[in-house]
């Protein structure tokens, strides 16, 4: 009787993991989840029913053979996915850029994003919209109808 409520105590403890899923999201959680294991994992998802609530999840875990710690390490990438997921439905009017900046310009953005304890993205609007406001550092170029 022992061995069997040592092994329960044990198993509650490793679902503990997905306590994550438990909210009025669980729904949308379990199917991004479900939608992330069939792209990631397709193994584990091959001939098996896609899960929509905690509990069924938790039941295609207890099935799959994936190890506490591979359990562990998928529900940190899911967890990355709906937060990026999250983050692109915020930033409707925003679009990110990627560029290259010399090691020098780096480092002053990120002091001044620390002098200023605001992001770096911040930083970079601020000065920008005041550069467009104020036009102090860039200088106006000639316009074409004056060549």
Known sequence: ???????????ARSDR???????KDERTKCALAWSWLE?????LTWRAE?????????????????????????????????????????AVEKKQYN??????????????AEEHQISRTKVLEHLILSEEQHELYLPKQPSRSAL
Do not use: C
């Open 1 to 11: 009787m022992r061995r069997l409520s040592d092994a329960w105590t044990e198993h």
């Open 39 to 43: 792209k990631n994992k397709p193994r």
């Open 99 to 112: 560029f290259v900046l010399p090691q020098s310009v780096n480092a002053v953005l990120d002091k001044l």
């Open 50 to 90: 896609p899960f929509t609530k905690l509990t069924e999840l938790l039941e295609f875990f207890d099935h799959s053979g994936a190890s506490d710690e591979e359990k562990e390490l998928y529900v940190d990438k899911i967890k990355r996915r709906w937060s990026t997921q999250k983050t692109r439905e915020k």
């Open 17 to 23: 993991i997905f306590s994550w899923f438990k909210d």
